[in-house]
């Protein structure tokens, strides 16, 4: 489920890339962006449906070892019980995934990624988490939901070539993959032994956070001229081209989100853009922006441009 940082992300991106085209166009960056969102839940239902890749190769590799002109006694009964994980069967007999997965055609169909899986199967084999899971003696869903989120943690999730089958389908899916990653593990902490399956919704309400990437997208570049003046202002000892592009940007996000939205708390903001540059600007940006944006909430305050409402905010 979408948090808020990584709506505020996405929108950087769309951002970052309408002020880098020539001719940037509003339209088609509102487009890009909602795409790019919506494109999160594609990975995360690729991931839900590779334990149940797992299971088919290894089903296919115990009936290919049965049909040996000599097979050895561990091949003719061999341990299923990794195929019969309760977990990996609740996920294969899913009708939402099922039909989810239908309508955005994902899938691990072709020929390539069955050899990524052959070879993730193989390297899982060799793993510790495997081995202990296969040989501790121990049944149950209990145990079938630790092994399946250690599988996923430890082997599936940090395979190499499965990154590498992400980035080319999309550069962003590297930024969105952690996110994905932590809806997997929530919904198979959510399956219950009862019958609880349920897989989990991309919004958690889909009207207020379209809203929000929406208007913050929109007002950021309807407001860029104004955010300039403003940061131009306030870093009087810098030349404002010489500011990295990504810090300007993010500066010009949180100047607009202090004055648009007046239920969202300033430090709120000022904490998730100094945060956010942590990770996709210069070691030393969150300082930088941390006391413009410092100089901009007095400013903004002083100006009466900042007006919160709302329970614990202050005018």
Not at 238 to 247: L, N, P, Q, V
Not at 257 to 278: A, M, R
Request: glycine share 2%; aromatic share 10%.
């Amino acid at each position: 489920m979408l948090n808020r940082r990584h709506l505020r992300i996405k929108v950087l991106q769309a951002l970052y890339a309408y002020y880098q085209a020539d001719e940037g166009s509003f339209h088609k960056s509102e487009k890009d962006l909602l795409e790019a969102v919506e494109k999160i839940y594609d990975l995360y239902i690729y991931l839900l449906l590779s334990f149940g890749e797992l299971k088919s190769i290894a089903e296919r590799r115990i009936e290919d070892n049965k049909k040996k002109i000599r097979p050895s006694e561990e091949e003719l009964n061999p341990n299923l019980k990794f195929v019969n994980n309760q977990i990996i069967q609740i996920l294969e007999d899913n009708k939402d995934l099922r039909v989810v997965s239908e309508e955005r055609k994902v899938n691990w169909v072709g020929d390539d990624v069955q050899e990524m899986f052959r070879k993730m199967l193989l390297h899982i084999r060799e793993s510790e988490t495997f081995f202990e899971f296969m040989n501790n003696g121990e049944s149950g869903f209990e145990e079938d939901r630790q092994f399946a989120l250690s599988l996923f943690k430890t082997e599936i999730a940090n395979y190499p070539l499965l990154y590498d089958f992400f980035e080319e389908k999309s550069i962003q899916w590297l930024d969105d993959i952690d996110l994905a990653c932590s809806m997997v593990l929530k919904t198979i902490k959510n399956f219950s032994e009862e019958g609880d399956s349920a897989i989990l919704a991309l919004y958690k309400d889909k009207e207020d956070e379209l809203s929000f990437i929406k208007n913050l997208l929109r007002k950021t570049i309807s407001m860029d001229k104004e955010n300039e003046v403003i940061i131009d202002e306030l870093t009087k000892n810098w030349e404002f081209d010489r500011i990295a592009k990504m810090d300007v940007i993010l500066m010009k996000m949180a100047i607009t989100e202090f004055q648009i939205f007046n239920n969202i708390p300033t430090k709120v903001t000022l904490n998730e853009y100094i945060e956010i540059s942590k990770f996709y600007s210069t070691p030393k940006s969150n300082t930088f922006i941390n006391g413009i944006l410092d100089k901009a909430i007095r400013k903004l305050t002083d100006e009466n441009k900042i007006q919160k409402v709302g329970r614990g905010l202050v005018n």
